[in-house]
């Protein structure tokens, strides 16, 4: 079993940062990798971001590369999400997540374990 604890979202003016964070704990030997998703109301589950542990390869959407940076600290257990120039469009639920390495980092159903999710909101 994994356990993820996600924190660190708040209300921003656009062009804030925030950076999200991650704690991992439970059984990750092997390839795992964290991915961060987010969700608006109204709308799907959208991938923004993930990670692999071992490597620490990373992956964006488009709409996020150049203002949002994945990360991980292996001694800590923890993955984050520093994300600059923020924009309203930006306001989600976000949530992290733990899978074992596949292809399609980007499928939110390839994801076994998630966080509770914690709130983004940039006001304009």
């Known amino acids: 079993q994994v356990q993820l604890v996600d924190s660190g979202g708040g209300l921003v003016q656009a062009g804030g940062s925030l950076r999200l964070s991650c704690a991992v704990s439970?059984?990750?030997?092997?390839?795992?990798?964290i991915g961060w998703f987010r969700q608006a109301p109204g709308k799907e589950r959208e991938f923004v971001s993930a990670i692999t542990l071992s490597s620490g390869t990373t992956i964006y959407t488009d709409s996020v590369k150049g203002r949002f940076t994945i990360s991980r600290d292996s001694a800590k257990s923890t993955a984050y999400l520093q994300m600059n120039n923020l924009k309203p469009e930006d306001t989600a639920v976000y949530y992290c997540a733990a899978a074992r390495y596949t292809p399609d980092l980007s499928r939110p159903s390839n994801y076994a374990y998630w966080g509770q999710g914690t709130q983004v909101t940039v006001s304009s």
């Open positions: 439970g059984r990750t030997r092997g390839n795992y990798a």
